[in-house]
């Protein structure tokens, strides 16, 4: 069984710095496509990031493109987002996604506020 779990997530002041932890289990990791995806308060999900299992080529979207960076460390099976520069328009809640978006964690929150 696949299990996906964040971490990391809080309160932050516009123009801060976070970074979201995804711990993954029960999958071969490193063979493993994995996104993020958030959601902010009343809206739909919103795609922000991937990262691929071949060459890391990673991708992103153009809301956050120049602030966050993706990343992966296939020995401690995790995936990580490193956000900078933050804006209120960030708070949502953070999932990660592996695969095919087939498997997701429980999400964990940000906020972004003065």
């Known amino acids: 069984e696949v299990q996906l779990v964040e971490s990391g997530g809080g309160l932050v002041q516009p123009g801060g710095s976070l970074r979201l932890s995804c711990a993954t289990s029960?999958?071969?990791?490193?063979?493993?496509?994995m996104s993020w995806v958030r959601q902010a308060p009343g809206k739909g999900l919103e795609w922000v990031s991937i990262i691929f299992s071949n060459d890391d080529t990673t991708a992103y979207a153009d809301s956050v493109k120049g602030r966050f960076t993706i990343s992966r460390d296939n020995a401690k099976n995790t995936l990580y987002l490193q956000m900078n520069l933050v804006k209120p328009e960030d708070t949502a809640v953070y999932y990660c996604?592996?695969?095919?978006?087939?498997?997701w964690g429980q999400g964990t929150q940000v906020t972004v506020s003065s």
């Open positions: 996604a592996g695969g095919a978006f087939e498997s």
């Open positions: 029960g999958v071969t990791f490193s063979t493993y496509v």
